[in-house]
């Protein structure tokens, strides 16, 4: 396998929506003048209005507590719109049934996730009866179909959500991957700036695959631009201190030092951090280092940003614990602690804009689908309204 070549995937948030009578009028508005924007044709528009419109109808509808994220996704060479939607029920019992057109349960025509399914060219949706339902649905141009779809799925993505009444978010993640040379990739807090989230497919992840029966260090690839060590992907999640501008950033502070760094381990990316936030607001900050070749992590936090590794066959869930102290401002002595990495596991880092009282047990199929799904019902599940939140999941076929 040679190297590998890792598009820049970036994303901008543009608005949440929040459920109320306006919600399926100003999402397809936003929607339909988004994708004018981004060049789609007038029949894409048409289409990506009619998903929009089809998703913030079934909440109205269907739903308590809904909302709908809309955003744009970039690659090196092309512009797409996604939307993520989160509820807090009533649920779906069966949601293959629900996506066959003519299943409704409010008496409407049915057509509704169906239209959403055939128009989109990326979607998922979990759901889970008495609880909620999160969904998802990218669009791109017709020519830029094929080349996103040769990307893959994106192995860590997160979604951040400012406290009510506020306009920015002081939550951030970002991820970069070291050992082939790839650039950096994170997710931003705000709903108006851009943000980036690297593709990194499965294969990419493990870079270069030994050949059986031999020594791990003969490759059928060149090696890293590193030096010898395997491919691994760097994540790290910032919380600001408090909320509103301040908060906000310190986190942009983080993630711009994260960028900048030269470290790869994360003692050395939470020093660097520490310098950049300096003087400002600080924050909590963690910092993970995944290494699928050995399924093995490095982790090292600071501050009250919750990280757990989770294990897919056994639907448990792990700690990864933090030294006290506030990064910008009292550093403690880092120490880093390896831990395994399960098979078909998965790392989760929130902020405490989320519980940490949920369980993989509770959450069906919760590794099944795509780290964005996951992370979008995370945040439906444990987040909470009176601060900002943030979550990042990154998962994988190590």
């Known amino acids: 396998m040679g190297p590998l070549t890792l598009p820049l995937l970036e994303t901008e948030d543009i608005a949440w929506f929040r459920d109320d009578e306006s919600l399926p009028a100003s999402a397809r508005r936003a929607a339909t003048a988004l994708a004018a924007r981004l060049g789609f044709g007038e029949q894409r528009c048409a289409e990506v209005a009619l998903a929009v419109s089809e998703a913030a109808t079934n909440l109205r509808k269907h739903a308590v507590e809904g909302a709908l994220l809309l955003r744009i996704v970039r690659t090196e060479h092309d512009a797409g719109l996604e939307f993520v939607t989160t509820d807090e029920g009533p649920g779906m019992a069966d949601v293959a049934a629900c996506l066959v057109d003519g299943s409704s349960s409010a008496g409407t025509l049915g057509i509704g996730l169906g239209a959403i399914l055939r128009l989109a060219d990326t979607f998922d949706v979990h759901s889970l009866p008495g609880r909620g339902t ?98 691994a992907l760097l994540l790290m999640f910032c919380d600001g201190l408090g909320h509103g501008p301040l908060a906000h950033r310190a986190a942009q502070a983080a993630v711009t030092a994260f960028r900048l760094s030269r470290a790869e381990e994360p003692e050395g990316l939470l020093t660097d951090i520490h310098r950049a936030l300096r003087g400002g607001r600080g924050g909590a900050v963690a910092v993970v280092r995944v290494e699928p070749l050995t ?90 309204r009176r601060d900002d939140a943030g979550v990042a999941v990154l998962k994988g076929n190590w």
């Open 134 to 231: 999160a969904l998802s649905a990218r669009f791109w141009t017709k020519d830029a179909a094929g080349r996103s779809a040769a990307l893959g799925e994106p192995v860590v993505a997160g979604l951040t959500r400012p406290l009510t009444g506020e306009t920015v978010c002081g939550d951030v993640w970002a991820a970069r991957t070291v050992g082939g040379g790839h650039g950096p990739a994170d997710g931003r807090t705000e709903t108006t700036q851009e943000s980036a989230a690297q593709p990194l497919g499965w294969a990419a992840l493990t870079g270069f695959r030994p050949e059986p029966d031999r020594d791990r260090r003969v490759r059928t690839a060149p090696a890293p631009l590193d030096g010898d060590r395997d491919p």
């Open 295 to 384: 399924r093995s992590l490095l982790f090292c936090g600071v501050g009250n940003v919750s990280t757990f590794v989770v294990d897919r066959d056994t639907r448990r869930r792990r700690s990864l614990p933090s030294a006290p102290g506030i990064v910008g401002h009292q550093l403690p002595r880092l120490r880093a602690v390896r831990q395994e990495l399960p098979r078909q596991g998965g790392v989760v880092m929130h902020s405490d804009g989320l519980t940490g009282r949920w369980q993989p047990a509770d959450l069906p199929g919760f590794l099944e689908h795509s780290p964005l799904m996951a992370a979008a019902q995370l945040l439906r599940e444990a987040g909470i």
